[in-house]
């Protein structure tokens, strides 16, 4: 049974391109949520999907913005790449049973943006 | 004004001792609470839920939760040094969305 996937594992930018994350989910998982992770930091939740659909938003900018295909894989994108959207940048897969949820976190993408 | 405070460290402690690692929200409406360990470098790997008022014990490790003094922590009993790494404490109200702390980095010294 795969766990997390992500791609890619790094990525270096410049300021002011855009960039796709992607994140495959554990089998039998319906539901992803990215998170960003500065250094130093604990991660910050950018936004939840389910049945394709964006379920819930954090505190961050349009600039961010992602997708899930049927599959329940999902995507990440930024643009317009400021410095400091340099980070992990993590997906993580859902799993809901009585009432409890419980999310695993795949390797993460470490972006830079220079 | 975070919602989930931990002391950053870094907790030193001998091999073979118990470490003690703290958290405090200030949603009282969080529901799920979670520690994370992350390596330099990796990803957040999780180690224990806590749902209920109480002690849970898995192996080396016990959550502790006190939702009437907002206050949740983690013992590490005989720790090793494979245990040196930073400790994420997170907690869930409704939706799903993880709030997290800014870590504890333990440090277990041979």
């Known amino acids: 049974d795969a766990g997390v996937t992500q791609s890619p594992t790094h990525l270096i930018k410049t300021r002011g391109q855009q960039v796709t994350l992607r994140c495959s989910p554990k089998s039998g998982h319906d539901t992803v949520s990215w998170y960003q992770q500065a250094l130093g930091q604990g991660p910050q939740f950018i936004f939840q999907?389910?049945?394709?659909?964006?379920?819930q938003r954090g505190n961050f900018p349009d600039r961010f913005s992602g997708h899930q295909f049927p599959n329940y894989s999902s995507e990440l994108n930024v643009n317009a790449l400021l410095l400091g959207d340099s980070a992990l940048y993590l997906c993580?897969?859902?799993?809901?049973?009585?009432?409890?949820?419980?999310?695993?976190f795949g390797p993460g993408t470490r972006l830079l943006v220079l | 004004q975070k919602e989930v405070e931990q002391n950053s460290g870094p907790l030193s402690v001998p091999e073979g001792a118990i470490a003690s690692l703290n958290c405090t929200y200030s949603d009282r409406g969080s529901q799920s609470f979670f520690w994370y360990r992350q390596y330099s470098g990796k990803s957040p790997e999780l180690i224990m839920s806590?749902?209920?008022?109480g002690d849970k014990e898995d192996g080396r490790f016990t959550a502790q939760l006190n939702k009437a003094s907002q206050y949740v922590s983690l013992l590490i009993r005989d720790s090793q040094p494979s245990d040196s790494a930073t400790y994420l404490c997170?907690?869930?109200?409704?939706?799903?969305?993880?709030?997290f702390g800014t870590g504890t980095q333990l440090k277990v010294e041979l």
């Open positions: 997170a907690s869930t109200g409704g939706g799903n969305k993880l709030t």
């Open positions: 993580a897969s859902i799993t809901e049973g009585g009432g409890q949820e419980t999310q695993y």
């Open positions: 806590i749902y209920s008022n």
């Open positions: 999907y389910y049945e394709e659909e964006e379920r």
